[in-house]
């Protein structure tokens, strides 16, 4: 089904691309990524890779040479993903200060090879845990381990939307509990991804975020903010 769902999204006056493109990928293949618009300037650029519904590990991968055409205004950037067929993922090219530089990608899945070269045996590290209701504009709770961990910074990802860092609101009362307002729209499919204060990562599995017609919109800026900020409209496919 398809269905739209406005948003706004940030995009850096050094680097937001007209279009990224995210192409297939087989086990242990090549993953490409096309971009147009402007030249790259924050480098490195780098690609975060969110996989959920599986045990394989989020990663962020340099790409400190991407390739770039001035006279078209286009550029490619070609890796590999260490993970089995089967995998789901969403991707996101981003800046040197972890910006997104455009849409995310859509729901990827990898698809069967016979090379297992590059498959990784690297295992999901269960730091935090995000306890719902996920609810448009409302606050909702990591939980973690105070004597293994900290607070972690937390970037929400929507598939072919935003991938945007969430704002901490207040301390809990439990020093192992920190809160975050979920700024995504009631309706949009949404992964988390965590940070840990020693660059670890770790994501959540895909849900759906939940509200209805009286939700606040009080996390979301106004429609004409100025700067270098565009509100964009996004086409979300399930």
Not at 5 to 30: K, W
Not at 141 to 149: C, E, P, S
Request: glycine share 6%.
């Amino acid at each position: 089904m398809l269905f739209f769902v406005p948003f706004f999204f940030f995009l850096s006056s050094a680097v937001a691309f007209t279009t990224i493109h995210f192409s297939s990928i087989r086990q242990c293949g090549p993953f490409n990524v096309t971009f147009s618009g402007n030249q790259p300037t924050a480098l490195p650029l780098a690609l975060t890779v969110v996989p959920f519904g599986s045990s394989a590990v989020p990663i962020s991968i340099p790409l400190p040479n991407p390739e770039w055409d001035s006279k078209t205004s286009t550029g490619v950037a070609i890796t590999f993903l260490p993970y089995p067929a089967g995998t789901t993922f969403i991707a996101s090219l981003d800046d040197a200060q972890g910006r997104g530089t455009g849409f995310t990608s859509d729901i990827i899945r990898i698809l069967q090879s016979n090379d297992t070269s590059c498959v990784s045996t690297a295992e999901k590290i269960q730091t935090y845990t995000a306890e719902p209701p996920f609810s448009q504009c409302q606050p909702f709770n990591v939980a973690f381990d105070l004597t293994k961990a900290v607070p972690p910074a937390v970037r929400l990802f929507v598939p072919s939307g935003q991938a945007s860092l969430l704002n901490q609101t207040q301390d809990s009362r439990d020093p192992g509990t920190t809160s975050f307002t979920m700024a995504a729209f009631r309706g949009q499919p949404t992964v988390l991804l965590f940070r840990d204060g020693s660059n670890r990562l770790q994501s959540t599995d895909l849900f759906t975020v939940t509200g209805d017609v009286t939700s606040s919109n009080d996390c979301f800026p106004p429609p004409n903010d100025k700067g270098s900020e565009k509100s964009q409209q996004a086409g979300l496919s399930r």
